[in-house]
């Protein structure tokens, strides 16, 4: 009796590696309806983020601050006016981000994908 014993390149099915591929998160549309930011990402998931609760969340060292050696989280001094939360523009960066460009002149924060789809469960 032999049976049952596997082959090497068994181990690593051609499958399981298309999967791996396929897990990348990208973006597969992004539209503004009203004020908030529609995003379809590749894995059919869609994600509507008020464009206030976008601005509030700001990853730029600006608006996020910076910490010190201490953890003490230094903040810009950026004031929030009603066209913060209006959007002039929005691009894709570098297939990993997006990079919103508001109103009020204001436009260094890249939201990478992952920190978009660790924000959508926060959006009631
Ligand atoms: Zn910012």
Redesign the pocket.
Known sequence: MSGGQVTPHNLFPSTIMARMTSMQLGLENMTIIGNELALRWTDGIESYFPLEFLRKR???A???GEKDILNNVYRGT?ALVPGSFQLKRCSVVGGYGIQPEWMDG?G??IYSFSYLRSLDPEVA
Do not use: R, T, V, W
């Open positions: 700001c990853p730029c600006l608006c996020a950026l204001h260094s924060g």
